[in-house]
């Protein structure tokens, strides 16, 4: 169950945390690296176990907007670990461990509230076919005994799922109904990480440095202030605007900010006013980013797949969008000293392609059920089938004709 799951998994963040907040009790590399693989893998399952057990248990007119709060609660702890990490808090010799540490905090809270909440209704009654819990499940979470509406609506889709078979990772590209909706997912993720969004949140200091601040680590606490400003922004806007617009605006919003960034950096040893500038761009660009393309690709996942195919989608989505992290992590300063200020040129041409990509090929799941969003992709894929039909009929008849 999504419960159990994330209750086993949040061990990974407690031992994680332990390791790491005793590093000085041993040798300290060691307990560090160990720490930092465990709660890797921690994060790696939680980001796909929650926003699908978020998305479950959501009403459809607000799914969008509970599934923001994923991205909320990540932001919100991205800022309290840079007020931690300054110099007379916890960023120093003598506490760095206890920063460590109370990573494991978050997981402790969860462990002991998680089994005061309901578990998703929609497991209970298609994975497991338990009617009766799943109707109480729906009375906890939508505070009415009138769920009949959900439960046919989940009957449907049972039903459409016991047509086809289980679906693993790798069937996902081979299904024809699946195909294209994994293409959105893994290019959603993709074009979160390779905005060039990670490569703010982990040089964002030393931009500022090199844009003139004495004080640089203050404005990278700015940069976390605007995050949380912008995703509770998103959080009212995308059950209104819907995802597509959101995402759209966001993505040309960034590649715009990624422009202008380059002028700045490329410039500000010419003209002062230039490092401000950059400075501005650089909060703008969060903004966009937390706008649409920091929290939709999380939770957009889980609207495009039926409960069969769902587990597997959001794996496969949560590792692309994790090893693109990765990459960016470890290449952005060695591509930052060789393309030096203009190394934003290469995310505003990302940008461009994912925003274009967007707005051709990702559909809007605002106010849709699952069902709907499914039935979607599968009527597209037959109403290309005639046009098939009908292009190789002339092509026939052109030939007898001849």
């Not at 560090?32 to 057990?53: E, N």
């Not at 041409?349 to 699952?370: A, D, I, M």
């Amino acid at each position: 169950g999504r419960l159990r799951a994330m209750l086993v998994v949040n061990i990974f963040a407690i031992v994680g945390a332990l390791l790491m907040g005793l590093a000085k009790m041993g040798p300290s590399h060691i307990f560090i690296i160990a720490g930092r693989a465990i709660t890797g893998i921690y994060c790696g399952i939680s980001t796909g176990l929650v926003p699908m057990y978020v998305g479950e248990i959501s009403p459809t007119s607000l799914r969008g907007a509970l599934g923001s709060m994923h991205q909320l609660a990540i932001v919100i702890g991205i800022l309290l670990s840079q007020v931690l990490g300054l110099d007379f808090l916890l960023g120093n010799d003598r506490l760095w461990p206890v920063i460590l540490g109370v990573s494991g905090l978050p997981a402790i809270l969860q462990t002991i509230l998680l089994p005061f909440c309901p578990e998703s209704p929609r497991y209970l009654y298609i994975k497991l076919g338990r009617e009766e819990a799943a109707r109480k499940s729906l009375e906890r979470l939508r505070g009415t005994s009138d769920t009949d509406q959900q439960i046919e609506e989940m009957k449907k889709e049972k039903e459409d799922i016991q047509k086809q078979k289980k679906i693993t990772v790798m069937e996902l590209f081979r299904t024809p109904s699946c195909r294209q909706p994994i293409i959105i997912a893994l290019m959603m993720h993709l074009s979160q990480q390779f905005s060039g969004i990670n490569a703010i949140f982990y040089y964002s200091t030393a931009i500022f440095k090199q844009a003139g601040l004495t004080e640089p680590v203050y404005a990278t606490i700015g940069v976390g202030v605007v995050n949380i400003i912008f995703t509770v922004i998103s959080v009212f806007l995308v059950e209104h605007t819907g995802r597509r617009s959101l995402y759209i605006t966001g993505l040309a919003g960034m590649c715009c900010c990624a422009v202008v960034m380059t002028v700045g950096l490329a410039f500000q040893h010419s003209f002062t006013w230039m490092s401000y500038l950059s400075m501005s761009a650089i909060f703008l660009f969060v903004a966009f980013f937390e706008i649409g393309p920091g929290p939709i690709p999380w939770f957009i996942v889980a609207e495009l797949f039926s409960q069969g195919a769902r587990p597997a989608a959001i794996t496969i989505a949560g590792f692309c969008n994790w090893s693109c992290n990765f990459i960016v992590g470890m290449c952005f300063p060695y591509i930052a000293e060789l393309c030096g200020p203009y190394v934003f040129v290469i995310f505003a041409v990302l940008l461009f392609g994912f925003t274009l990509f967007t707005y051709f090929k990702v559909p809007e799941t605002k106010g849709k059920t699952f069902e709907q969003i499914v039935q979607g992709f599968r009527s597209k894929k037959s109403s290309s089938r005639p046009l098939k039909a009908s292009a190789t009929e002339l092509e026939y008849l052109g030939t007898t004709e001849a």
